[in-house]
């Protein structure tokens, strides 16, 4: 049986698909590494990494029945897969992180008293590089970031408030986040 033909392992898939568990465990074999770099360059964390890659090859067992050939190599299929689970791990921490601003001094756990002087320096220098930073976004990124994060309205009352539709604001804050990266200095990332 010729198994990589035009550099891809479809042989070892349609193996998997009829139930030979070897031929899956070659498929990991041959891109768990792969989806680990793809993963590890976007998310930073090696913890992180390797539980979307595990998570990342259960999926894809699970659904190894329902994948055919589309003239790419597999490995298209497994980044796919991980690639959904990055923006999944995204949409759900962008819920549980963010903070309004506002709300920022009310997160001092009980029974500790506030930062120290230096941390207050340090903070509001963060804060005000950080609105620099913002100034120098275009006007529809700016406004974007602003009714967003500073005034913490949702995707939708921002839509409503800058006459546009959802996905157009979603893409627009998406351009103006990683513009933002962009401006930040190094030590601020």
């Known amino acids: 049986m010729a198994v990589r033909q035009g550099g891809t392992n479809w042989a070892y898939v349609r193996a998997a698909q009829r139930g030979d568990t070897d031929a899956f465990g070659r498929l990991y074999d041959e891109y768990a590494q792969i989806v680990y770099r793809y993963?590890?360059?976007?998310?930073?964390?090696?913890?992180?990494?390797?539980?979307?890659?595990?998570?990342?090859?259960?999926?894809?067992?699970?659904?190894?029945?329902?994948?055919?050939?589309?003239?790419?190599?597999?490995?298209?299929?497994?980044?796919t897969i991980a690639k959904n689970l990055i923006l999944d791990h995204i949409k759900s921490s962008r819920n549980r992180l963010e903070v309004p601003?506002?709300?920022?001094?009310?997160?001092t756990p009980a029974g500790r008293t506030s930062a120290g002087p230096e941390q207050h320096v340090l903070t509001n220098a963060t804060n005000h590089e950080l609105l620099s930073c913002v100034r120098r976004l275009n006007p529809d990124q700016r406004e974007c970031i602003h009714?967003?994060?500073?005034?913490?309205?949702?995707?939708?009352?921002?839509?409503?408030?800058?006459?546009?539709?959802?996905?157009?604001?979603?893409?627009?804050?998406?351009?103006?986040?990683?513009?933002?990266?962009?401006?930040?200095?190094?030590?601020?990332?």
Not at 148 to 164: N, Y
Request: hydrophobic residues 45%; charged residues 25%.
């Open 39 to 79: 993963v590890l360059f976007r998310v930073s964390d090696h913890c992180l990494a390797e539980d979307i890659t595990s998570e990342t090859f259960l999926r894809a067992m699970r659904r190894i029945a329902s994948v055919s050939y589309q003239g790419r190599d597999v490995a298209a299929w497994f980044i």
């Open 147 to 189: 009714l967003r994060f500073l005034q913490g309205l949702s995707v939708t009352e921002t839509a409503a408030a800058m006459r546009r539709n959802e996905g157009a604001i979603k893409a627009l804050q998406h351009r103006a986040i990683r513009r933002l990266a962009q401006l930040l200095p190094d030590d601020l990332r």
């Open 101 to 107: 601003t506002s709300d920022l001094a009310d997160t």
